[in-house]
């Protein structure tokens, strides 16, 4: 039972402009959600993280959108750079940040190519 | 945040045999986490290793297949047992702590 989907398993995007990577989730206890980003022959690298407590969260080119009631989450960054090609995982957890943490469940991933 | 070497980076091996997988981490960590991802698949935890006690699995993974070790709050071991062609993932460590820094990977090829 995959509880966090990421239902676009690719996305190619130009240089320069904004890339966007959906996530959905079906638990309703999970209250911290995680980004990813893995290059190939390396681990996963964290990104960026959003509480539920939150809708936004922004670091520099990129910023993650939470939607509680929808269940979803994005991940936008702008403007895109080829460098940002990799796989993005979205993961998800339902302890509380700040205290000890629960396992995450990840996403399949979305492999995003940024083309110049 | 931690920095975790993980090794062999890769590997292939005869079905049948078994491979143990080290992480270790540079700093003292209270939990240890041990995925696997499958081809095409996300990141499946297989275990918990805290030090000073047994793994925790998670449905679908057991003990004899994945024996784990944590000797000590720096350093954990996964082997895969009795390998099968099945067994082909990457498998990958990670500590608890900001964001969940994950060792590079193994990538498993059983033949």
């Known amino acids: 039972d995959q509880q966090v989907k990421q239902n676009s398993p690719s996305l190619s995007v130009q240089e320069g402009r904004i890339s966007i990577l959906n996530c959905d989730y079906t638990?309703?206890?999970?209250?911290?959600f995680l980004w990813y980003k893995k290059y190939p022959a390396e681990g996963p690298t964290f990104l960026i993280s959003?509480?539920?407590?939150?809708d936004k969260n922004e670091d520099g080119r990129f910023t993650v959108f939470l939607n509680k009631s929808a269940k979803h989450l994005s991940l936008h960054i702008v403007p895109s750079q080829p460098g940002d090609s990799a796989v993005y995982f979205c993961?998800?957890?339902?302890?509380?940040?700040?205290?000890?943490?629960?396992?995450?469940?990840f996403g399949r991933g979305t492999q995003l190519t940024v083309w110049p | 945040s931690a920095v975790i070497s993980q090794k062999p980076s890769r590997d292939i091996c005869q079905r049948g045999t078994s491979l143990t997988i080290q992480c270790q981490v540079d700093?003292?960590?209270?939990?240890m986490f041990w995925y696997r991802q499958q081809p095409g698949q996300s990141l499946t935890l297989i275990a918990t290793?805290?030090?000073?006690?047994?793994?925790?699995?998670e449905s679908g993974f057991v003990i004899d297949k994945f024996p784990i070790s944590r000797p000590n709050l720096t350093f954990s071991t996964l082997t895969v047992s009795n390998m099968s062609p099945e067994d082909s993932s990457i498998y990958l460590c990670?500590?608890?702590?900001?964001?969940?820094?994950f060792g590079s990977g193994t990538r498993l090829t059983v033949v």
């Open positions: 993961a998800a957890s339902s302890a509380d940040r700040g205290s000890t943490l629960g396992r995450l469940y």
């Open positions: 638990n309703s206890m999970f209250d911290y």
């Open positions: 959003i509480s539920s407590i939150k």
């Open positions: 700093s003292q960590v209270t939990m």
């Open positions: 290793a805290n030090q000073g006690s047994e793994a925790t699995y």
């Open positions: 990670s500590d608890l702590g900001n964001g969940y820094t």
